[in-house]
């Protein structure tokens, strides 16, 4: 299973060869594309680490998939997330990490 958190450190690595180049700017024009994709990976991987709530959407998610292993997960996956409960689940779970913290 390709997890949210292996995904974080293959994105982190990127980061942090960027940061050590120090600044991607002097990539030529022919490289913008390239440029543009790293950018966009940091600017991302940013968000992740400031939004944890995305990993708890995203983990639990993938967790009832596997568990309950439905035939139909477009529909399985609007039933998860348009359920009524979800916040309340996501904000407790997002307690429970910060008191392990």
């Known amino acids: 299973m390709l997890s949210v958190r292996r995904v974080s450190e293959d994105i982190c690595r990127i980061y942090e060869s960027a940061q050590r180049i120090d600044s991607i700017t002097f990539l030529p024009s022919s490289d ?3 440029k543009w994709k790293i950018q966009t990976r940091i600017a991302n991987e940013k968000y992740l680490r400031t939004h944890k709530e995305v990993e708890w959407l995203i983990s639990g998610f993938f967790r009832e998939i596997f568990l309950k292993r439905p035939d139909n997960i ?9 359920d009524p409960r979800l916040p309340s689940k996501i904000h407790m779970q997002l307690i429970k990490d910060k008191k392990v913290a």
């Open 32 to 34: 913008f594309h390239l």
């Open 74 to 82: 477009l529909e399985f996956a609007a039933d998860y997330f348009t």
